[in-house]
Nanobody, 126 residues
Framework: QVQLEESGGGLVQAGGSLSLACVDSGHTFSIYTMGWFRQAPGGKEREFVAVIGGGGMTTYYADSVKGRFTISRDNAKNTLYLQMNSLKPEDTAVYYC??????????????????WGQGTQVTVST
């Protein structure tokens, strides 16, 4: 069983940094591909941000965050991370972590995910 909980969201000025964490309280964290998605205000669809394979060796990023965000994981701590630098107002969204049984190359759409956290709000002010 996978139970995910995100933390680390908050309010930051444009150009600033935030670090998100997602902890799995279950016992099978390392076998899952893990991803970050976000949903902007106004009823927009949840969009892919970044994904990392179970071993932590393969990663993929959305073009909009490439070079600014870094996804990582610590399987010993059952924790997924997202380091966000050079934040922009358009990064404002609720950020969700998810667990997928597919490999990282095939886990860039939300339909591939079996488990989700409750989300954490990130707000970037101008």
């Amino acid at each position: 069983q996978v139970q995910l909980e995100e933390s680390g969201g908050g309010l930051v000025q444009a150009g600033g940094s935030l670090s998100l964490a997602c902890v799995d309280s279950g016992h099978t964290f390392s076998i899952y591909t893990m991803g970050w998605f976000r949903q902007a205000p106004g009823g927009k669809e949840r969009e892919f941000v970044a994904v990392i394979g179970g071993g932590g060796m393969t990663t993929y990023y959305a073009d909009s965050v490439k070079g600014r965000f870094t996804i990582s994981r610590d399987n010993a701590k059952n924790t997924l991370y997202l380091q966000m630098n050079s934040l922009k107002p358009e990064d404002t969204a609720v950020y969700y972590c998810g667990a997928s049984r597919y490999n990282s190359a095939n886990s860039r759409s939300e339909g591939r995910y079996d488990y989700w956290g409750q989300g954490t709000q990130v707000t970037v002010s101008t």
